[in-house]
């Protein structure tokens, strides 16, 4: 057990060595978190310094607290958070000082206004911010200090805080998140070209249950792979609202355009179709007879040539724009290439429909090309040229 235990906390050592390794040479999601992590703690102090050292207030805590978990991943969400919290805080202390005031009593008091602000807490337009209604409830009555003036001081220490955690996330090197949208654009084209290539490689050395198996999971990945693009693309788009600094940080590239997240969904879902039935019929208890030896190896062709146009999608969007201009039109080239040989691959497939001479027709064999002709279908936008795609 222990040994256990010294082997875990020694591999989450040097996951968090490896983070800070990877934040201090690099940009990146570790060094976003540390500057943000640096800027809630300048918020805080600075919050102190204005309510605690200069103001003296009498519940300066309230403000620090407030700066500090205000500053959030992008100034949009700081602001909202500001409004939310401060309506909730305001509204918690409202009903604990009304309980306190009516019964003179802290266990009475909590009776009445704990399940009001819990309930408060709960609801979905105060998002999570939504738990302060009970928590400044309580300060109020485990304090004892509900006067007008105590009251006050309170709501105008939460606004202060609220002010400078706002101000510092949209003044000081404020947040904007595009990283993580290009990265996950060139990802998804690359598994895709990645599967394919195996799927290819597969099929003409003879696959079984087990390869068959793993093309299908990783064509299902590939979908959460997408859902994890369009979640990063509108998190990009909320950095750059009411964002200040949108204009001023240049180290901070616009992200590639959105246009076409929806194809490369329809691409998973084809891959995800023609990895199925490729499984299941090479399962322990086929349901599907395998297509002829003659269509397996078109498929074959047709995945490695549509292997080849997501990796030229990839190509275009892992390179800087600097050097994307000299690389456009050997990319386009390329793309056209592959694509015209994938469906040039797709007409001898679907040829064994038609030919009695390429073997039996199977229900897998049907499913295989249709699933494949709406592959080559997308694919032909992929692989036109950028101008004409926009890149998206």
């Known amino acids: 057990m222990s040994r256990r235990l010294g082997s875990a906390l020694a591999v989450e050592v040097r996951g968090v060595a490896r983070a800070i390794r990877r934040a201090a040479t690099s940009a990146g999601p570790e060094r976003d978190t540390a500057v943000q992590a640096l800027k809630a703690a300048a918020a805080a102090l600075a919050a102190w310094a204005l309510a605690g050292w200069w103001w003296n207030a009498p519940m300066a805590l309230l403000a620090p607290w407030t700066a500090v978990v205000l500053?959030?991943?992008?100034?949009?969400?700081?602001?909202?958070?500001?409004?939310?919290?401060?309506?909730?805080?305001?509204?918690?202390?409202?009903?604990?000082?009304?309980?306190?005031?009516?019964?003179?009593?802290?266990?009475?008091?909590?009776?009445?206004?704990?399940?009001?602000?819990?309930?408060?807490?709960?609801?979905?337009?105060?998002?999570?911010?939504?738990?302060?209604?009970?928590?400044?409830?309580?300060?109020?009555?485990?304090?004892?200090?509900?006067?007008?003036?105590?009251?006050?001081?309170?709501?105008?220490?939460?606004?202060?805080?609220?002010?400078?955690?706002?101000?510092?996330?949209?003044?000081?090197?404020?947040?904007?998140?595009?990283?993580?949208?290009?990265?996950?654009?060139?990802?998804?084209?690359?598994?895709?070209?990645?599967?394919?290539?195996?799927?290819?490689?597969?099929?003409?050395?003879g696959y079984d249950s087990a390869a068959a198996e793993d093309w299908y999971a990783r064509a299902l990945r590939l979908g959460t792979t997408v859902a994890e693009l369009e979640s990063a693309r509108r998190h990009s788009e909320e950095s750059r609202r009411l964002n200040p600094g949108r204009r001023l940080r240049r180290s901070a590239p616009h992200p590639p355009a959105g246009g076409g997240d929806f194809r490369w969904e329809r691409v998973a879902g084809h891959l995800s179709a023609v990895m199925r039935s490729l499984a299941e019929t090479v399962r322990e208890r086929p349901r599907f007879a395998a297509p002829p030896e003659t269509a397996l190896g078109a498929l074959a062709a047709l995945l490695r040539a549509a292997g080849e146009v997501c990796a030229v999608d990839a190509d275009r969007f892992g390179t800087t724009d600097a050097d994307a201009d000299a690389e456009a039109n050997a990319d386009e080239e390329r793309a056209v290439r592959a694509w015209e040989e994938a469906r040039e691959a797709g007409s001898r497939l679907a040829s064994h429909h038609t030919d009695p001479r390429g073997g039996p027709v199977t229900a897998s064999l049907g499913e295989l090309t249709a699933a494949a002709t709406r592959l080559l279908d997308d694919l032909e936008a992929v692989a036109a040229p950028p101008e004409t795609t926009g890149r998206s």
Request: proline share 4%.
């Open 71 to 205: 500053v959030q991943s992008t100034v949009y969400r700081s602001l909202r958070s500001a409004a939310q919290q401060f309506v909730v805080v305001a509204t918690g202390t409202l009903i604990a000082a009304v309980a306190a005031t009516l019964t003179h009593d802290v266990m009475a008091a909590m009776a009445i206004a704990m399940p009001i602000t819990v309930l408060i807490g709960t609801y979905s337009r105060f998002g999570g911010q939504g738990w302060y209604a009970p928590t400044a409830a309580l300060f109020v009555l485990t304090y004892g200090s509900y006067g007008p003036v105590e009251i006050l001081h309170r709501l105008l220490e939460t606004l202060l805080g609220a002010v400078v955690g706002v101000l510092v996330n949209a003044l000081v090197l404020p947040p904007v998140h595009t990283g993580g949208v290009r990265q996950l654009r060139t990802r998804v084209p690359r598994d895709c070209a990645e599967l394919l290539r195996d799927a290819a490689d597969g099929i003409e050395g």
